[in-house]
């Protein structure tokens, strides 16, 4: 029988090593998530809207930006359905937004009770007020929504 332990380089500090290094490389962020992390920046967090019927997460989706409902009222979900859009908890509202550099960031806003996805940009206006605007026919036709941070 062999003692394991005993060698420095023997099997038990190799498979220690091997674990280590796997943790820390999964661990690690690789240049594409920490550019999609700061890029996020002060849109990071959790949102409502002003009548506080629907809440949006936002995450890194790729090497952009979405936003994810995470809870919605009766009343929301049951506008979403007449829509066309089944389940509005767990749906991308915002999709595919990048940093503009500006502090907004544009991409596109799916609009669940018409079922349909518009051109968007969002803009930060202060550390707990988000401002989307969603355009039609090149930006001549727009809707402009409040939203405030909830975490």
Same mark, same amino acid.
Request: aromatic share 6%; proline share 4%.
């Given at each position: 029988?062999?003692?394991?332990?005993?060698?420095?380089? $023997? &099997?038990?500090? %190799?498979?220690?090593?091997?674990?280590?290094?796997?943790?820390?490389?999964?661990?690690?962020?690789?240049?594409?998530?920490?550019?999609?992390?700061? @890029?996020? %920046?002060? #849109?990071? @967090?959790?949102?409502?809207?002003?009548?506080? +019927?629907?809440?949006?997460?936002?995450?890194?989706?790729?090497? #952009?930006?979405? $936003? +994810?409902?995470?809870?919605?009222?009766?009343?929301?979900?049951?506008?979403?359905?007449? @829509? $066309? +859009?089944?389940? &509005? *908890? %767990?749906?991308?509202?915002?999709?595919?937004?990048?940093?503009?550099?500006?502090?907004?960031?544009?991409?596109?806003?799916?609009?669940?009770?018409?079922?349909?996805?518009?051109?968007?940009? &969002?803009? *930060? +206006?202060?550390?707990?007020? #988000?401002?989307?605007?969603?355009?039609? &026919? @090149?930006?001549?036709?727009?809707?402009?929504?409040?939203?405030?941070?909830?975490?």
């Amino acid at each position: 029988m062999t003692n394991i332990n005993r060698a420095p380089g $023997g &099997l038990r500090s %190799g498979m220690i090593a091997a674990v280590v290094s796997a943790v820390l490389l999964t661990a690690a962020p690789t240049p594409a998530t920490a550019r999609v992390e700061e @890029g996020i %920046g002060t #849109l990071a @967090g959790e949102w409502r809207n002003k009548k506080d +019927t629907v809440h949006i997460r936002t995450h890194a989706c790729g090497a #952009l930006v979405c $936003g +994810t409902v995470s809870w919605a009222s009766a009343e929301a979900e049951a506008d979403a359905r007449r @829509g $066309g +859009t089944p389940e &509005l *908890v %767990g749906t991308k509202i915002f999709r595919e937004f990048r940093p503009e550099g500006d502090g907004s960031y544009k991409g596109k806003v799916f609009v669940p009770d018409m079922n349909r996805t518009f051109a968007g940009r &969002l803009t *930060v +206006t202060s550390d707990d007020k #988000l401002l989307g605007k969603g355009c039609v &026919l @090149g930006g001549l036709i727009c809707k402009t929504s409040t939203w405030v941070r909830v975490r």
